[in-house]
């Protein structure tokens, strides 16, 4: 049997909800009548052309992801509906019961009952021969009744999971999907593996969280190795959430990447409809080229009404099967929303360009109104912070007085919801799943004047994308205003989570020992995490402040402010257009006679200082950032320690410089002619000046800027 695969991909639709495919019976065997989104998976295994239908988001969220065919031998699980009993799962499975009355489709499911709490049980299955770099989607339905723990603090529910093991049985990596709790009927689970070095041995699990009771059953998973697509579609026009709003005359463009295109006989096929279904544009089927990159342009027509529009690639063979579909939300808006990206990755609050210069809070080792407190946020605004992301605020009722505070202080707020997912420790409320927590705080704090933009990701992985593809369709559902900004410190997940951010963020800490040789993961980091958002999403990256021993529980230093320095303007040469500090909490940690983690007062006043002068220097060069007119200039002596860019500004050119190494290092750049020298910070450093060529000296983990007229 072959499947037709349709990928909702770019801007609104998502093809990383996951493939709904089963080899099983097409039955819905719950007790409710077939939804949407059945049907759309119906219809995709039907190989029904979808290129006039308005996909609804729940239509979306079951439709098949893959490139090309999926067929049944694909799915790397043997027995994944368990139509043949226990044949292929651990003996685990014997715990349970295989289920002939209640099944997400075909004959059977697992179920699976636990009233003691300290019972645990985890079935599994090996996927076989895997190879580092290969790409696993992993997924499955799961219903359940009265799941609960009295364990709140702990990570709970139903779930499924995927680890890696290397050859001698080690364990490297997994990654978890989203578990769910509470009375629920069928439930799609979805998660992506990325098999990192050193694993050879993978294996597919499912469970209830260890502390939780109640009954689940599962049934209909699926697990397989990534291909890559045909087309590889990014939208050039709009480039913000699919939002047209600046200039609604400007031509909708796409730039289509053609992959492996396996016959000259595959034409591509593209339509435009409204929100109503009706199509009001249809491109001639053109033929794509076994590869390449070619652009689709459409000039929208005048008098076209607000609303919603979908546009739709179907790559089809001869036969007019669809081998791949990729449909993009766009939405036309009647004027520019409060805040968002613009098209060379700067952040626009209120017509204005910002560069948001943040900081990280949380509840600080003080109880009581102490992530709130007047004090906290008025030494934030007066050091020079524009932002503030705290992670205190997230599900709480009394987030108003926090948004109020950080206005009094002239403070942004980046709002938190990282934690806010269904059975994560950090979320403990088992009365009301967590996009319903999240539904009422969007709808409560969206019009709060401040608000810049909502947090739905830190470090999270791979494991939660179908949690986190929920929350940002959420999001824009609910609020058109303000952007999602994510961050991550495994730099391969951007390109899945692509479709699921407005801006982009990495986190490296490189200050991590007594000595540290380099501080050149930051600019990696920040080119990657460039690269990953296309330029066509915004990228704030995080500065390390924090003293790596409250972490990870070993000597170690904070950062000084030479180093601080250097991180900043290794992210700011590297492209981002706002910065993140990490962390106000934990400058006021100190360690005892006992090397205990104690409240400190003068821990922090020691930091703060250097903490106050790095953001009076940052501020100071923020408006040639927002300028954004980049003079490229090149180097006759290139130490490939040595990260530099030139801004011009006002008639001044800004030459900025930053060492990555802790070693002395030099380099030569070309200036424009007769442009002299008139300023710089680099203290301890040589600068020269001979002609048009600018020579320096740069001491170890030395940056700063050089002005020029």
Same mark, same amino acid.
């Given at each position: 049997m072959k499947v037709t695969i349709i990928i909702l991909s770019v801007v609104c639709l998502t093809h990383f909800y996951g493939c709904a495919f089963d080899a099983k019976n097409d039955r819905n065997q719950t007790n409710e009548a077939p939804t949407e989104s059945t049907a759309a998976f119906d219809h995709a295994k039907s190989n029904v052309r979808l290129l006039s239908q308005?996909?609804?988001?729940?239509?979306?969220?079951?439709t098949a992801y893959n490139s090309y065919y999926l067929n049944e031998e694909q799915n790397l699980l043997q027995n994944p509906g368990f139509e043949s009993g226990t044949t292929g799962w651990s003996s685990e499975i014997s715990k349970g019961i295989i289920d002939k009355e209640v099944f997400k489709s075909g004959t059977a499911s697992f179920r699976y009952e636990r009233k003691d709490p300290?019972?645990?049980?985890?079935i599994s299955q090996s996927l076989g021969s895997v190879s580092p770099g290969d790409v696993i989607h992993f997924s499955g339905w799961v219903k359940g009744k009265d799941i609960a723990t009295k364990e709140l603090n702990s990570e709970k529910?139903?779930?499924?999971?995927?680890?890696?093991?290397?050859?001698?049985?080690?364990?490297i990596h997994g990654e978890f999907s989203t578990t769910l709790s509470g009375t629920f009927d069928w439930t799609y689970l979805k998660g992506i593996y990325v098999v990192p070095q050193g694993v050879s041995k993978v294996a597919f699990r499912f469970f209830l969280r260890s502390k939780s009771t109640g009954t689940v059953w599962f049934d209909d998973f699926l697990a397989y190795i990534e291909k890559p697509n045909h087309l590889i579609v990014t939208p050039q026009n709009p480039y913000y959430r699919g939002y047209i709003f600046e200039n609604n005359r400007t031509p909708w463009t796409l730039e289509i990447q053609f992959n492996d295109i396996k016959s000259d006989d595959w034409i591509l096929n593209a339509s435009i409809v409204n929100g109503d279904g009706k199509q009001i544009h249809k491109e001639s089927a053109f033929k794509p080229g076994r590869s390449g990159i070619s652009q689709l342009s459409w000039q929208p027509t005048s008098g076209l009404s607000s609303g919603k529009y979908k546009w739709v690639l179907s790559l089809e063979d001869?036969?007019?099967?669809?081998?791949?579909?990729?449909?993009i939300d766009l939405t036309l808006l009647d004027e520019s929303p409060e805040v968002y990206i613009d098209r060379e990755g700067f952040t626009v609050k209120g017509g204005r360009r910002i560069f948001p210069l943040g900081i990280y809070l949380g509840e600080g080792a003080k109880k009581g109104d102490w992530a709130n407190s007047d004090e906290n946020l008025g030494k934030i605004s007066a050091a020079g912070f524009n932002t503030v992301l705290s992670y205190y605020y997230g599900n709480r009722n009394d987030a108003a007085?926090?948004?109020?505070?950080?206005?009094?202080?002239?403070?942004?707020?980046v709002y938190n919801l990282k934690d806010i997912y269904d059975g994560l420790n950090t979320y403990r409320d088992l009365k009301q799943p967590a996009l319903s927590a999240t539904k009422n705080i969007i709808e409560r704090y969206k019009g709060e004047p401040n608000l810049l933009a909502w947090y739905i990701n830190d470090e999270l992985g791979l494991g939660k994308i179908s949690g986190i593809a929920h929350l940002y369709e959420q999001l824009k559902e609910l609020d058109i205003n303000h952007p999602a900004f994510q961050v991550e410190n495994k730099l391969n997940a951007f390109s899945y989570f692509y479709n699921f951010a407005d801006v982009f963020g990495s986190d490296p800490y490189p200050v991590e020992g007594k000595e540290v040789a380099s501080l050149n993961a930051v600019t990696n980091w920040t080119n990657q995490t460039v690269a990953a958002s296309k330029g066509k999403?915004?990228?704030?990256?995080?500065?390390?402040?924090?003293?790596?021993?409250?972490?990870?529980?070993?000597? #170690? =230093?904070?950062?000084?402010?030479?180093?601080?320095?250097?991180?900043?303007?290794?992210?700011?040469?590297?492209?981002?257009?706002?910065?993140?500090?990490?962390?106000?909490?934990?400058l006021w940690n100190a360690h005892d006679a006992n090397k205990k983690r104690v409240f400190s007062a003068s821990a922090f006043s #020691? =930091?703060?200082?250097?903490?106050?002068s790095l953001m009076d220097e940052i501020n100071n060069i923020v408006p040639v950032i927002l300028n954004n007119d980049i003079v490229e200039l090149k180097s006759d002596k290139k130490d490939n320690s040595i990260q530099y860019k030139c801004w011009r500004f006002e008639g001044e050119y800004y030459l900025m410089i930053s060492n990555t190494e802790n070693k002395k290092g030099g380099i030569s750049i070309n200036v424009p002619s007769n442009v002299q020298i008139i300023e710089n910070n680099l203290e301890g450093m040589s600068v020269k000046q001979n002609g048009n060529v600018v020579l320096v000296d740069v001491k170890p983990f030395g940056s700063g800027v050089i002005k020029l007229k």
């Amino acid at each position: 049997m072959k499947v037709t695969i349709i990928i909702l991909s770019v801007v609104c639709l998502t093809h990383f909800y996951g493939c709904a495919f089963d080899a099983k019976n097409d039955r819905n065997q719950t007790n409710e009548a077939p939804t949407e989104s059945t049907a759309a998976f119906d219809h995709a295994k039907s190989n029904v052309r979808l290129l006039s239908q308005a996909l609804s988001q729940e239509e979306v969220l079951q439709t098949a992801y893959n490139s090309y065919y999926l067929n049944e031998e694909q799915n790397l699980l043997q027995n994944p509906g368990f139509e043949s009993g226990t044949t292929g799962w651990s003996s685990e499975i014997s715990k349970g019961i295989i289920d002939k009355e209640v099944f997400k489709s075909g004959t059977a499911s697992f179920r699976y009952e636990r009233k003691d709490p300290n019972k645990y049980d985890i079935i599994s299955q090996s996927l076989g021969s895997v190879s580092p770099g290969d790409v696993i989607h992993f997924s499955g339905w799961v219903k359940g009744k009265d799941i609960a723990t009295k364990e709140l603090n702990s990570e709970k529910g139903a779930g499924v999971f995927v680890q890696g093991y290397n050859a001698v049985g080690k364990y490297i990596h997994g990654e978890f999907s989203t578990t769910l709790s509470g009375t629920f009927d069928w439930t799609y689970l979805k998660g992506i593996y990325v098999v990192p070095q050193g694993v050879s041995k993978v294996a597919f699990r499912f469970f209830l969280r260890s502390k939780s009771t109640g009954t689940v059953w599962f049934d209909d998973f699926l697990a397989y190795i990534e291909k890559p697509n045909h087309l590889i579609v990014t939208p050039q026009n709009p480039y913000y959430r699919g939002y047209i709003f600046e200039n609604n005359r400007t031509p909708w463009t796409l730039e289509i990447q053609f992959n492996d295109i396996k016959s000259d006989d595959w034409i591509l096929n593209a339509s435009i409809v409204n929100g109503d279904g009706k199509q009001i544009h249809k491109e001639s089927a053109f033929k794509p080229g076994r590869s390449g990159i070619s652009q689709l342009s459409w000039q929208p027509t005048s008098g076209l009404s607000s609303g919603k529009y979908k546009w739709v690639l179907s790559l089809e063979d001869q036969k007019n099967t669809i081998i791949e579909q990729h449909i993009i939300d766009l939405t036309l808006l009647d004027e520019s929303p409060e805040v968002y990206i613009d098209r060379e990755g700067f952040t626009v609050k209120g017509g204005r360009r910002i560069f948001p210069l943040g900081i990280y809070l949380g509840e600080g080792a003080k109880k009581g109104d102490w992530a709130n407190s007047d004090e906290n946020l008025g030494k934030i605004s007066a050091a020079g912070f524009n932002t503030v992301l705290s992670y205190y605020y997230g599900n709480r009722n009394d987030a108003a007085k926090y948004f109020a505070t950080a206005r009094q202080h002239n403070l942004n707020v980046v709002y938190n919801l990282k934690d806010i997912y269904d059975g994560l420790n950090t979320y403990r409320d088992l009365k009301q799943p967590a996009l319903s927590a999240t539904k009422n705080i969007i709808e409560r704090y969206k019009g709060e004047p401040n608000l810049l933009a909502w947090y739905i990701n830190d470090e999270l992985g791979l494991g939660k994308i179908s949690g986190i593809a929920h929350l940002y369709e959420q999001l824009k559902e609910l609020d058109i205003n303000h952007p999602a900004f994510q961050v991550e410190n495994k730099l391969n997940a951007f390109s899945y989570f692509y479709n699921f951010a407005d801006v982009f963020g990495s986190d490296p800490y490189p200050v991590e020992g007594k000595e540290v040789a380099s501080l050149n993961a930051v600019t990696n980091w920040t080119n990657q995490t460039v690269a990953a958002s296309k330029g066509k999403k915004g990228v704030w990256q995080v500065v390390q402040m924090q003293d790596m021993a409250f972490h990870k529980k070993q000597p #170690n =230093r904070p950062p000084t402010l030479d180093e601080m320095r250097n991180m900043s303007y290794q992210a700011i040469i590297g492209g981002a257009k706002g910065l993140f500090y990490f962390a106000y909490h934990w400058l006021w940690n100190a360690h005892d006679a006992n090397k205990k983690r104690v409240f400190s007062a003068s821990a922090f006043s #020691n =930091r703060w200082t250097d903490v106050e002068s790095l953001m009076d220097e940052i501020n100071n060069i923020v408006p040639v950032i927002l300028n954004n007119d980049i003079v490229e200039l090149k180097s006759d002596k290139k130490d490939n320690s040595i990260q530099y860019k030139c801004w011009r500004f006002e008639g001044e050119y800004y030459l900025m410089i930053s060492n990555t190494e802790n070693k002395k290092g030099g380099i030569s750049i070309n200036v424009p002619s007769n442009v002299q020298i008139i300023e710089n910070n680099l203290e301890g450093m040589s600068v020269k000046q001979n002609g048009n060529v600018v020579l320096v000296d740069v001491k170890p983990f030395g940056s700063g800027v050089i002005k020029l007229k």
